[in-house]
Every structure is written in C-alpha cells, then in structure tokens.
C-alpha cells in the first residue's frame, strides 16, 4: 500500500519535472487524436449529408384520375410491404390542389384552375415514396412500372434528383471504400509514431531506471511510475484535445448548417455532445493501452541491470 | 562478508576480464582493491553487485551463494548492500533529500522512518543545510556525499566502491576517505577499488591487486604496488 503511493508520487514527479519531455510527448499524441477525430467530424458530416439528401428525395407517384380511395390506399399498402421502401404518403386531390396553389409557380399558370369551379377538383391522387436507401430507388421505380400497377399509375417521377442522386451516391461508394483504407494506414502510422515516441522518452531517461535498479528498486517499483506517465500522457492529451475541437466544431457549425438550410441534418455539436464519451472516452481508453503497452516494451531493455 | 573462489569472467570469447580470482573478505574489514586500468577491477564489482554474472567460481555475499542468483532476487541483494560509484549515479530530477530517501523508498520503509533517518545521514555526511538542492546544484564532492547517503540509509553491512574518489580533486578525496573510514569504523565492511596511491597507502589497510583479471598479491597491510 505504501509502495502504492509511492508509485503514484513518482509518476507526477517525473511527469512535471520532465516537463520539456512531457510536452513534447503529449503534442506528438494530441496530434494523432486530433486527426483521429477529423476522421470521425468528416465521417459523420459525410453520412449526415448523404442522409439528409435521402430524406429529401422522393419518387412522386401521379395516379389516374378517377382512382378511388381505396384503390389508392390498397397501391400504397402494397408499395409500403416492399424491402426497398421506407415510407409511402398519400396526397389527396385536395392536398394537391393546395399544393399547386402554394408553389412558386408564376400568377398565369395558376390562373389555369379559374377554369374550373371552386368545388371542382381537376386533381387526382398522388403518392410520394420514400426509399431507404438512395441506391434502391431505380429499383423502386421499375417496380412502380410494372405491368399489375399500370391501371392506377399515371407516371412516375424521381423529382429531378436522378443525375444528383447518381453522383452523391458514387461519391459516397468511393468514399466509404477507400475510407477504410485511409483509417487503417492512419492508425497504423499513428501508433508507430506514439511507440517511438515513448521509446524515446524511455531512452532518455534510461540512466534514471538504471540507476534505481542499481540502488535496489524491484522492477515493479521502477516501472509502475512509468506506466502511469503514460496514463498522465493519454489523459493530458484528450483534455486537450477537447479543448481544441470544441471551438473548431462551433466555429464549423453555422456554414453547415447553412448548406443545408436546416439545423437537424448536419448538426455536429450535437453528434460530439451526445457521442462524447464514446469519443473522447474510446480515445483515452485507446492510447491509454497503447502508452501502457509501449512503456512496457520500451523499459524492459533497461530493467535488466 | 565475501567468499570468491575460482571466480572468471569473459566478455566474448577474447576478453579474459577475471581469470581464477580467489579471496576471502571478513565482516568489518576495509579493503582496497587496485590494478591498472582494465586490470579487471570494475568487473569483480559488477559480479558482487549482480549487475553482472561470472562464467565460472563461486561467489558468495553476506553468506548467501550469488552466483547463480535469479533477476527477481537481485533487488533483494542490492538492498543488503550500498553501492557508490566514480559518476555518483545521482537521480536527477531528484532532490538531496530524494535521492537518499529513494534506497528507503524502494525498500519499503514507513515515512517517518525514512524522514528520519535520511536527515541523520544527510547530518553524517555534512550536507544537512543541502538537501532541497538538485544534484546539478552541488560540487562533484558534494554529489559523492549523496551518493554516499544514499547507499547507506539502508544500513547494509557491506558497502562497495568503484573509484569514488576518481573525479575528485585531493581535497574533497580526503573528504570521502575519511567519510569512508569513520563508515568502517561505525562496522561496515568496505571495499573500495581505487587508482589512488596515496589513498592506499594511506589507508595501511589490505591491498588485493589485479593484474589483467589476475589477482597477484594480496596483503594485509599493504602498500600500492605497481
Ligand atoms: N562490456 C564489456 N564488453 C567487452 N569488454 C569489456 C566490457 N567491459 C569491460 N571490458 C573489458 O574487460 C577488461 C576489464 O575491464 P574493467 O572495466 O573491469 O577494468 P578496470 O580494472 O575497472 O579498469 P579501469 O581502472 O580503467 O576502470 C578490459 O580489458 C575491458 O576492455
Ligand atoms: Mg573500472
């Protein structure tokens, strides 16, 4: 118990006497991290963007005048069974009249419905239908055309998104393929950087361990002290961290939401807000292990005297 | 207090550092041990204190058979043992008071024991008013002093030198001597390897002299040979 605190005096000792060293090697971790998150900020900014197109988009499903209601509910149902499909609405004549008079169409074009009396309806049914997935909306599409819906469906339209949707989605094929690789390489390198780094931090202090051992010190009480520097290390640098995305994600936030026009689609305060711990936390965990397990390889050469 | 016999010692399979040493060193003695520069001396002190092994021979310390000691038995050796050495060996980023308390620290001893004995040592070794000081903030001889706490705040019954007194001028060598002698008077065996003349022969105590790993005289009131 009393070596316990020993060892714990011994790590904050070394860990601010060795300031110089301490700083530089926490800037080399809080660089890893901080690029780490990026990963995380552009990942999540990418899924957000690609969803909140997905939302927006819809096939709009214009039914034969004529068509009952339930005729119409019984399509809807049935479109809504299929895998592909999310969400079908049905927008009644009326909702389409409304809609037609609330649009941005020019005062001439509308002045077409004068024609008709004010409780006549030259609108019919019409269904918006959602996918799940961008990918699967040609599919939708073919299964709208086939030949069993033809006495309901009038057209069907993919709302001028099509050439739009085609690209977002290869972007994000490509994207999601050499994602992976890009995050594989990035660890990789990043742990290299933080296992050298540790070595050196050890080597310079490698007369320090020598020394004890020769005075007596068992190797558990020589090296503990240095473990916990290492956990010191992890924990300084996500602090740190912390304080550094936190104003770079508040100062991002307007322009996106900007770009889409809507706070709810890309709102990444909210995502580190709520994913905090798993964030930060992953990441502490993470080198915490990392910082152990390199010290521990690092000062095995020098416990030896 | 340490029993060597037949003891070698190779580094490769050129290096003959130790060849056949044998002596017999009784608790309470003060020995010197001198030879030329790389007679073998540094080598013999690195086997008494474990941080190396002899290829051959028997070596024991305080009746205990070192020669085939295990690596999680050798702090135990150590704690029953001071060290100092030419460089000091200080911890840097230690202060005085540190640097001694760290032999307790290590050995698992209560706080205030520790607090204690350590300003007693300090008292001893004339550096009582230093010992918020970092090592860099003191004099070579100053620095030895420490040293010289250090491996005695445990209380072991032999203490090993390897050339203390090497980078000292002659003054603070008088110093460290006398520290030594007034340590061997209080009953703990000494052996001190040392290239200085007038140390051992001011010292008329036993001499064991190496010559290329052999050990070619040992006399009990011995002068500097070579
Ligand atoms: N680690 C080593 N590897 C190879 N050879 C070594 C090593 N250490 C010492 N030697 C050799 O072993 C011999 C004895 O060395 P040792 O250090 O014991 O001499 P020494 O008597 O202490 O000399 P000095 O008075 O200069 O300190 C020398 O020839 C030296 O070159
Ligand atoms: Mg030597």
């Known amino acids: 118990m009393i070596s316990f605190f020993r060892v714990i005096k011994f790590a904050f000792q070394g860990f601010f006497r060795n300031f110089w060293l301490s700083l530089v090697t926490i800037t080399m971790m809080l660089m890893a991290l901080f690029s780490t998150t990026l990963l995380i900020g552009i990942d999540y900014i990418k899924e957000a963007t690609l969803e909140g197109v997905n939302k927006k988009v819809d096939i709009l499903v214009s039914l034969k005048p004529g068509a009952s209601r339930e005729e119409v509910e019984l399509l809807a149902t049935d479109l809504d069974s299929q895998a592909e499909v999310k969400k079908v609405t049905i927008i009644t004549p009326e909702e389409n009249k409304v809609l037609y008079e609330q649009s941005n169409l020019d005062e001439k074009a509308k002045k077409v419905l004068d024609i008709f009396d004010e409780d006549e309806n030259p609108f019919s049914f019409s269904l918006a239908v959602q996918g799940n997935e961008l990918s699967q909306y040609t599919t939708i599409l073919d299964k709208i055309s086939q030949e069993k819906y033809q006495d309901l469906v009038d057209s069907s339209d993919f709302n001028d998104f099509d050439s739009f949707v085609g690209k977002i989605e290869n972007f994000s094929k490509v994207l999601n393929k050499y994602s992976w690789y890009i995050i594989g390489a990035f660890l990789l390198i990043s742990i290299v950087v933080i296992f050298n780094t540790i070595r050196i931090s050890i080597y310079s202090r490698k007369n320090e361990i020598m020394i004890m051992k020769l005075v007596g010190a068992g190797n558990w009480f020589v090296k503990m002290p240095f473990i916990l520097e290492g956990v010191l290390y992890a924990f300084t640098a996500v602090v740190l961290l912390i304080a550094i995305i936190y104003p770079i994600i508040n100062f991002i936030q307007p322009s996106l939401t900007m770009y889409f026009q809507d706070v709810n689609v890309i709102n990444i305060s909210e995502y580190f807000q709520s994913n905090f711990f798993l964030i930060f936390g992953t990441q502490f965990a993470v080198l915490a292990l990392l910082n152990i397990l390199s010290t521990s390889i690092a000062i095995r050469k020098y416990l030896k005297v | ?226």
């Open chain 2, 1 to 226: 207090m340490i029993k060597v016999t037949n003891l070698s010692k190779k580094y490769g399979k050129k290096i003959q550092a130790l060849n056949d040493i044998s002596f017999h060193i009784q608790p309470g003695e003060f020995v010197s041990i001198v030879g030329q520069s790389g007679s073998g001396k540094s080598t013999l002190i690195k086997i008494i204190i474990a941080e190396l092994k002899a290829d051959q021979g028997e070596l024991l310390v305080g009746g205990w058979d070192i020669s085939d000691i295990k690596e999680r038995e050798v702090p135990t050796l150590r704690r029953q043992l001071g060290v100092i050495f030419q460089d000091y060996k200080l911890l840097a980023k230690k202060t005085v008071f540190e640097n001694v308390a760290f032999a307790m620290e290590a050995c698992g001893f209560a706080k205030k024991d520790i607090k204690k004995t350590v300003r007693q040592m300090l008292a001893l070794v004339g550096l009582k008013d230093k010992e918020d000081r970092y090592p860099n903030q003191l004099s070579g001889g100053e620095q030895q002093r420490v040293a010289i706490a250090r491996a005695l705040v445990h209380k072991p019954k032999l203490l090993v030198a390897d050339e203390p007194t090497g980078n000292l001028d002659s003054i603070n060598t008088r110093e460290i001597i006398d520290l030594l002698k007034k340590i061997n008077n209080l009953g703990t065996t000494i052996v001190l390897v040392t290239h200085n003349k007038d140390v051992v022969n001011s010292l008329k105590g036993r001499v064991i002299t190496l010559d290329n790993g052999v050990l070619i005289s040992d006399q009990a009131q011995g002068r500097y040979l070579l």
